[in-house]
T-cell receptor, first 113, second 113 residues
């Protein structure tokens, strides 16, 4: 059974600082996703990582994937308050067309002014 | 078509009542997924449809839960004899063979009182 672990679960950081969220998964996977979720809202897709060594950046967020280590990271650069949210990684397992996602427990990020 | 649509957005029901939720996927998507997200957790896979066929059900989907996708377009998720433990956000997602990235709806938040 595929397991996905994120750490830290909670992260409080000051504006302007850098930090990294880690996502480990237990079995080989086709692809990995990062999502953002605001309180009471649905999931907003941030990144889709398709292959080993993939790196994607959008604004102050950068995601990378190491399939050999079964590790993905989400790096936050010079954090701003607007980035406060819960971030989930999700690993796709494909079985005869069923690309279901297994999610991590999420990292609740709070940016302090 | 602007995305995956779910109705209602919020539902409050008394314990023991039946509830039904609807999901309209992106029109060209033949694959549809239901997930459940409880407070403080990541979403968990419930079930998967390819066209009108329900091809996988999670063990989380007890006998009180039933999902249908009668014409391979919209889907419904029914919960019979609701319990307080059913309170959660129910998320629907869809994708296709040509683009397996899942797109999520806004979710239906169920509160059982």
């Amino acid at each position: 059974e595929l397991k996905v672990e994120q750490n830290p679960l909670f992260l409080s950081m000051q504006e302007g600082k850098n930090y990294t969220i880690y996502c480990n998964y237990s079995t080989t996977s086709d692809r990995l996703y990062w999502y953002r979720q605001d309180p009471g809202k649905s999931l907003e897709s941030l990144f889709v990582l398709l292959s080993n060594g993939a790196v994607k950046q959008e604004g102050r967020l950068m995601a990378s994937l190491d399939t050999k280590a079964r590790l993905s990271t989400l790096h936050i650069t010079a954090a701003v308050h607007d980035l406060s949210a819960t971030y989930f990684c999700a690993v796709e397992s494909s079985n005869f067309g069923n690309e279901k996602l297994t999610f991590g427990t999420g990292t609740r990020l709070t940016i302090i002014p | 078509d602007t995305g995956v649509s779910q109705n209602p957005r919020h539902k409050i029901t008394k314990r023991g009542q039946n509830v039904t939720f609807r999901c309209d996927p992106i029109s060209e998507h033949n694959r549809l997924y239901w997930y459940r997200q409880t407070l403080g957790q990541g979403p968990e896979f419930l079930t998967y449809f390819q066209n009108e066929a329900q091809l996988e059900k999670s063990r989380l989907l007890s006998d009180r839960f039933s999902a249908e996708r009668p014409k391979g377009s919209f889907s419904t998720l029914e919960i019979q004899r609701t319990e307080q433990g059913d309170s959660a956000m129910y998320l629907c997602a869809s994708n296709s063979e040509s683009n397996t990235e899942a797109f999520f709806g806004q979710g239906t938040r169920l509160t059982v009182v």
